[in-house]
C-alpha cells in the first residue's frame, strides 16, 4: 500500500520475480484500487486487498501470452527506445537502446516480450548505467526512487509492452 498524498490509500496489483524482486505494477488495463481516509478504512482495505488479487489471474494471462511472443532484435530497440523517450525525453537520452536492453542475469537472456520488458523495467528504475549527460561529460544513471515515478514509469512500460503484444496479434 501506498500513500500518494492525498487522503486516500492506493493499492495497485504487482508481481516480484524471486529472482531479484523487481517490483512490476501493471498498466492502467488492470485499474487500481483507492480507499479514502474515511469511515470504516479497516474493512474497505480488505475489500480493497481482494479486488486487487481478483485481478492476478487476468495478469497471469497477460504475462504468458508476452513469454510465448519471442520479440525480433529490431523490435527489442523499438520497445527500448521508447522506454528511453518516456523516461528521458527526446533532446537527451544518456544511455542507448542497447544498453537499457543488457541483461543483468543468465537468467534474462531471452528474447520473449516478457523478459526484455523485465530488463528495460530493471534497468531504467535501477539505473547505474554509465552514460553522457546532455554536456558530454560522463555519467550513470540515477535510479527512479520516488513512489510516483516508479510508478508512473512501470505504468508506461507495461502499456508500451501490452501495445507490443497487440501489434503482433
Known amino acids: 500500500n501506498s500513500h500518494d498524498g492525498s487522503s486516500s490509500y492506493q493499492m495497485l496489483p504487482g508481481f516480484f520475480r524471486a529472482i531479484c524482486c523487481n517490483g512490476l505494477v ?6 487500481e484500487v483507492r480507499v479514502p481516509h474515511k469511515g470504516n478504512v479497516v474493512n474497505k482495505v480488505i475489500e480493497g486487498a481482494y479486488e486487487v488479487l481478483g485481478t492476478f489471474d487476468a495478469i497471469a494471462d497477460k ?3 508476452m513469454q510465448s511472443l519471442v520479440l525480433p532484435p529490431p523490435a527489442q530497440h523499438i520497445f527500448a527506445q521508447s522506454a528511453l ?8 537520452q544518456p544511455v542507448t537502446e542497447a544498453q537499457v536492453l543488457q541483461p543483468r542475469r543468465v537468467e534474462d537472456k531471452k528474447d520473449d516480450l516478457w523478459t526484455v520488458y523485465q530488463r528495460l523495467q530493471e534497468n531504467l528504475i535501477k539505473g547505474g548505467l554509465s552514460g553522457r549527460n546532455a554536456k558530454g561529460k560522463r555519467a550513470r544513471t540515477r535510479s527512479v526512487n520516488g513512489i510516483d515515478g516508479d510508478v ?3 505504468r508506461a512500460l507495461w502499456v508500451m509492452a501490452e501495445n507490443m503484444l497487440q501489434l503482433a496479434s
Open 26 to 31: 501493471c498498466g492502467d488495463t488492470f485499474g
Open 63 to 65: 504475462r504468458e501470452e
Open 85 to 92: 523517450t518516456y523516461r528521458y525525453g527526446e533532446a537527451h
Open 152 to 154: 508512473k514509469l512501470n
